[in-house]
T-cell receptor, first 113, second 114 residues
Framework: EAQVTQNPRYLITVTGKKLTVTCSQNMNHEYMSWYRQDPGLGLRQIYYSMNVEVTDKGDVPEGYKVSRKEKRNFPLILESPSPNQTSLYFC????????????FGSGTRLTVV | GENVEQHPSTLSVQEGDSAVIKCTYSDSASNYFPWYKQELGKGPQLIIDIRSNVGEKKDQRIAVTLNKTAKHFSLHITETQPEDSAVYFCAANPLSGGYNKLIFGAGTRLAVHP
């Protein structure tokens, strides 16, 4: 089944403790992206990647890192999480860009205390 | 940068009625306008999209209309059913992102009552 898989689904952590949210797609998509969803703000883009080793900032990149060493994987790294990063995170992929239609993962609900 | 405003934030209809959600965008160079449906506990799913060279597109009970002059586009759902209950997001692709990003609206929570 074609899908985007995120792990974990739920995560509670403490301020300052580094964490990684994994994202993997099995559709051979070139484009991958991370969004955060907050009430009243919709989906805001954190980072995106056009292909392996090519990443770029979205609208809210502060406090996040990403890497794209393999085509299928696009992990999101929070080096020193803070409470304002408590949010619902989605990974998405598409064939070659934003105009191809995204396939979203099921989401990761992160709470930073 | 691009700004996408979506209205209403919540919408409640009776089963069988129509529902309309409207979005306005600021970047006149935007040329792609998708709509996503997010069911409870799931990621958003693309349900329909429209490009700037088309004024209307239909797919069974859903349709999207685009008015490029006024910079707004709308989602129309006819003969609503309880399974249409979800959060709906509109989006637009700004020139400032090289057309390779989507700016989403804040979402509309649609409730269809039997």
């Amino acid at each position: 089944e074609a899908q985007v898989t995120q792990n974990p689904r739920y995560l509670i952590t403490v301020t300052g403790k580094k964490l990684t949210v994994t994202c993997s797609q099995n559709m051979n998509h070139e484009y991958m992206s991370w969004y955060r969803q907050d009430p009243g703000l919709g989906l805001r883009q954190i980072y995106y990647s056009m292909n392996v080793e090519v990443t770029d900032k979205g609208d809210v990149p502060e406090g996040y890192k990403v890497s794209r060493k393999e085509k299928r994987n696009f992990p999101l790294i929070l080096e020193s999480p803070s409470p304002n990063q408590t949010s619902l995170y989605f990974c998405a992929s598409s064939l070659s860009g934003a105009l191809d239609g995204y396939t979203f993962g099921s989401g990761t609900r992160l709470t930073v205390v | 940068g691009e700004n996408v405003e979506q209205h209403p934030s919540t919408l409640s209809v009776q089963e069988g009625d129509s529902a309309v959600i409207k979005c306005t965008y600021s970047d006149s160079a935007s040329n792609y306008f998708p709509w996503y449906k997010q069911e409870l506990g799931k990621g958003p799913q693309l349900i329909i999209d429209i490009r700037s060279n088309v004024g209307e597109k239909k797919d069974q009970r859903i349709a999207v209309t685009l008015n490029k002059t006024a910079k707004h586009f709308s989602l129309h759902i006819t003969e609503t059913q309880p399974e249409d209950s979800a959060v709906y997001f509109c989006a637009a692709n700004p020139l400032s992102g090289g057309y390779n990003k989507l700016i989403f609206g804040a979402g509309t929570r649609l409730a269809v009552h039997p």
